[in-house]
């Protein structure tokens, strides 16, 4: 048991020193902190913060429950309804997942939202995660919510790693907190000061943090590497190779004949702009995200770029996900 691995005093240590930050520097101003949250409204924040960054979610996630306040006036709108308060967002699965789960706990489970795990995890786009979250949150059930900071601040704490966490089971005895606190606690620790880059002389987890004695104190450690993919200098005036598709089932060819992305000329190397570009000559709206590589063709600059129809009604050659994999294979781009 991982129980007899750690000393007792680490243990108690850890959640009281943790407990000492949430209640100095906790996020509690976020609005899906309040007391008495509904599992509804804890499942619309956990969809909407997968992936988006937190101060981005709060305009939405206020504005999207002022519009449908239970999930019962969520289940009955249309796609086209439900995409003003969703759209900006991105990954737009997520959003078609949120009208097939309310619908489907309107209709299999009342309008009320299963006190059991295994059950929220059979609704589209519910995971082990946001599962947790849900039953910690909303029920105050004895649920660890593993999200990406939870595996870091105990793994790093505990093991020196995140990656070293095997078993999340075992962790639901190790702690003594209440998990509603302690996986909030969690969170803004690990938003806050154990992120990628880990703030290690600012956080007092460091005294006795395994990660800390064994890495942290190296020079250069959470160094943030610099992606390739940023869009500055010659790539504002590339040429942008949009590849488009309907949620990864149909991808769209700008030729008939055989397949090939939709060639935008420079000018048009902004999300914006892109959007632009096919609401004016095709009349489609896109989700556009953020360029995938940055290649040279010919000695020119060119961006490849993923979009993805959200309106409209295209009338272009549609080809399977072999035919663009083989196209980026016979190019050298990578795979999408």
Same mark, same amino acid.
């Given at each position: 048991?991982?129980?007899? $691995? ?39 924040? /956990? ?25 019962? &006036? ?22 078609? $997942? ?34 947790? +979250? ?37 962790? /639901? ?5 209440? %998990? ?32 800390? %004695? ?25 040429? &942008?190779? &949009? ?22 000329? +420079? ?53 399977? %996900? ?15």
């Amino acid at each position: 048991m991982i129980r007899m $691995n750690f000393q007792k005093k680490k243990i108690e240590f850890f959640e009281r020193t943790l407990l000492d930050f949430f209640i100095k520097a906790g996020r509690e101003h976020l609005p899906w902190r309040k007391k008495r949250i509904t599992a509804y409204e804890v499942w619309v924040s /956990e969809i909407m913060l997968q992936q988006t960054q937190v101060a981005r979610v709060i305009t939405y996630y206020n504005r999207f429950l002022q519009r449908f306040p239970t999930v019962e &006036v969520l289940a009955q709108v249309s796609w086209e309804e439900f995409l003003p308060y969703y759209e900006g967002l991105g990954y737009y699965t997520r959003g078609r $997942n949120m009208l097939l789960t309310a619908r489907s706990v309107v209709a299999t489970y009342g309008g009320t939202f299963p006190r059991d795990k295994k059950l929220l995890q059979t609704l589209p786009g519910i995971g082990p995660y946001t599962a947790a +979250a849900i039953m910690s949150f909303a029920y105050g059930d004895n649920h660890l919510a593993w999200d990406t900071n939870l595996k870091r601040v105990i793994g790093r704490f505990f093991l020196g790693g995140k990656h070293l966490i095997t078993d999340e089971r075992e962790w /639901e005895e190790v702690f003594h907190t209440e %998990k509603k606190i302690l996986n909030a606690a969690l969170m803004d620790l690990g938003s806050a000061l154990c992120g990628a880059r880990p703030k290690c002389e600012a956080c007092s987890l460091r005294k006795q943090c395994r990660y800390y %004695k064994e890495e942290g104190r190296q020079e250069g450690v959470g160094k943030k590497q610099v992606s390739g993919r940023a869009v500055v200098g010659q790539w504002q005036e590339a040429e &942008v190779y &949009v590849f488009l598709h309907e949620r990864h089932q149909k991808y769209y060819s700008s030729l008939k004949t055989r397949f090939q992305p939709f060639i935008l000329p +420079a000018g048009y190397t902004t999300r914006a702009g892109i959007k632009q570009y096919f609401l004016e000559r095709y009349g489609l709206t896109l989700s556009v995200r953020p360029p995938h590589n940055k290649i040279h063709i010919e000695k020119n600059p060119v961006l490849l770029v993923n979009a993805q129809i959200l309106l409209g009604e295209p009338s272009f050659a549609v080809f399977s %996900k072999k035919a663009l994999t083989e196209y980026n294979k016979e190019r050298g781009f990578y795979k999408l």
